[in-house]
Nanobody, 123 residues
Framework: VQLQASGGGLVQPGGSLRLSCATSGFFMDDYPIGWFRQVAGKDREGVLCISKIGSTTFWTDSVKGRFTISRDNANKMVYLQMNSLKPEDTAVYYC?????????????????WGQGTLVTVSS
């Protein structure tokens, strides 16, 4: 099972960025995929999740109205569109899955982290 995040970079406050999560080794169609982020010295934080049927669950209220998650099962990809970025969104972003559920349950149930991608929001 592999989930590989990419697409990070440096962006100015108020800007946008789209992250990609490439999956392999499991049938992505049947499972939820979540986006997480981690700042150095802090625990990994669940951001939002998309279920098997495409429903979104927000684990972090601060991104509501700014972040959108989508999935492309045919290409085994999940995307995170981030708009109106703020300096506090700066983190390494990861994608993960929960292979025991089709829905977005607690973020602590997710795993199978791959290499993350760094997002830096700064002027």
């Amino acid at each position: 099972v592999q989930l590989q995040a990419s697409g990070g970079g440096l962006v100015q406050p108020g800007g946008s960025l789209r992250l990609s999560c490439a999956t392999s080794g499991f049938f992505m169609d049947d499972y939820p995929i979540g986006w997480f982020r981690q700042v150095a010295g802090k625990d990994r934080e669940g951001v939002l999740c998309i279920s098997k049927i495409g429903s979104t669950t927000f684990w972090t209220d601060s991104v509501k109205g700014r972040f959108t998650i989508s999935r492309d099962n045919a290409n085994k990809m999940v995307y995170l569109q981030m708009n109106s970025l703020k300096p506090e969104d700066t983190a390494v972003y990861y994608c993960g899955t929960d292979l025991y559920s089709a829905r977005c349950g607690p973020s602590r149930d997710f795993g199978h982290w791959g290499q993350g991608t760094l997002v830096t929001v700064s002027s």
